[in-house]
């Protein structure tokens, strides 16, 4: 998978993944992983196009 930068509201860290999951929610599409600071989840807005490419 593509690499991809996420932000950690509660810990306010940004970090790198990889070990993402694509999801969609609410007619938006997201992609989630799990915080490496902590047990939440962090979520990452895509475009459509952009889920479409990573869901390949």
Excluded: I
């Amino acid at each position: 998978m593509e690499k991809l930068s996420f932000y950690d509201v509660k810990t306010k860290n940004k970090f790198d993944s990889e070990e993402y999951k694509v999801q969609e929610k609410g007619g938006r599409f997201f992609a989630v992983v799990k915080s490496p600071h902590g047990t939440h989840e962090c979520w990452r807005v895509l475009s459509k196009d952009q889920a479409q490419k990573l869901k390949k």
